[in-house]
């Protein structure tokens, strides 16, 4: 333990922009407490790395840009005088020296609800140099602000005043009450709460990593809850009695505020159709145009280009960087697309489906997953179904005729992912009957 006392500068000679910094912590020495224990700092062991630190404001950034240089001595008079030298430096300089003993330091917030808005600012790339820009959704970032939103009326609901709660309160405790906000409050089913985990423990990373904050994430360690997923999948028979159910006379649903909506489209034939032959997300089938039909030698439809999405968003990469996977054209699809008059419009910057709509492709991808529920619920079928389950049809179907070699067409990274996540293993277990050893 060093025998020097702590550097402390008395109220009365305090200079503006000269703070007592600790090399050990790296922090400024404040409310007289030890950055490393959060205990006074007369129990402070680390005395000799305590030294004065100039922190110069950069014109006309409104106090966000910082110029700043920690000088090695522990006398106030000679702090002083350096500190002087240091701004005429920059002055002369006009803030641009290169000297390796200026830091550039950028003022970061403290509170919570600043912090957060931080993040917000990131993830829509403001200040992000543009080799390190990534490709969000804004329906991601929506929702990352949503669940901000849940965490502060979490803390207004336990007397907390979230505006002037810094991030470094954020302790188990804290995680604690939010766990039980959201189960208990929200009544959110556990995949929905262990993405909103996920989501705060990535926020929290990030200002540790990528902003240097000295602060504990405490949740990394809440346990994952136990997530069944629902693999069902249609039968031929269901989906032709769908199909039959699609029609103007039964596309309205009715609400019981008394308000009703009208769910039909002329093109929800195709487009169910498209999905279950493709196997694609939402998206990806909604955004297919004619162009992206690839032929062979011969001029036969042999795969469709699909850009893949989820893995892009993933990785950041936008559609020029971004990977594709290719769906093989099968013959229900081929007689498809034949249908839809891939003859007459190959090449063809047109989507597949709903190519005349004046509403823009989210909607209408919106639009399809809720058309489908409905028109599902017309067929009096007793399963609970919804439009991703014609993928984890298409899928089983995959596994149970290509068995390990499905991934190199679904484009996933291993079976194992596929029956976890996708395919009916009653389904797997019927196709298994016909196997023979000496086939």
Known sequence: MSDLKPLIID?????????????KCQRNIENR???DTGKRL???????????????????????????????????????ELKIEFEKELLTNEFQSTDVGIENEQALPT??????????????????????????????????????????????????????????QINDKIVALFHSYLLDDLNYANKTYNKIIAL????????????????????????????????SIVTFEEFQILLDSISPEKGFKYYQNGKRRFLFKPWLNHAFRLALETGLRREEFMTLKFSDVLFDDNGKPQFIKVQNFKVNRIKGFDSETGEYK?????????????????HQKIESEEYLIGENEISNR?????????????????????????????????????????????????????????????????????ASRSFSVFN
């Open 42 to 80: 007369s129990t402070c062991k680390s005395t000799e790395k305590h030294m004065f630190k100039s922190i110069v404001a950069v014109p006309g950034t409104n106090g966000k840009k910082r110029k700043t240089r920690v000088f090695k001595t522990r006398d106030l008079n000679q702090a002083i």
């Open 326 to 342: 290719y769906v093989p054209v099968t013959k229900g699809l081929e007689f498809l697309l034949l249908e839809l008059g891939l």
């Open 33 to 35: 407490e030890c950055g």
């Open 111 to 168: 509170y919570l609800i600043e912090c957060m808005g931080l993040y917000l600012a990131y993830l829509n790339n403001e200040g992000v140099e543009t080799h390190k820009a990534k490709v969000r959704t804004r329906k991601h970032i929506n929702e990352v602000e949503y669940y901000f939103e849940k965490f502060c009326k979490c803390l207004k609901k336990n007397g907390i005043d979230h505006t002037f709660f810094k991030v470094n």
């Open 200 to 231: 705060f423990r990535q926020f929290l990373n990030w200002l540790i990593s990528a902003k240097k904050y000295d602060i504990e994430n405490p949740f990394i360690g809440v346990n994952r809850r136990k997530v069944i997923s629902n693999k």
């Open 11 to 23: 109220k009365r000679n305090r200079v503006k922009g000269l703070f007592t910094y600790c090399q």
């Open 362 to 430: 989210d909607t209408l991808i919106q639009f399809v997953s809720k058309a489908f529920t409905h028109f599902w619920q017309q067929t009096g079928i007793e399963k609970n179904v919804q439009l991703k389950h014609l993928r984890k049809t298409y899928l089983t179907a995959l596994v149970a005729q290509f068995g390990d070699k499905a991934p190199i067409i679904s484009g996933h990274s291993g079976i194992n992912v596929l029956k976890k996540h996708y395919t009916n293993d009653k389904q797997l277990i019927d």
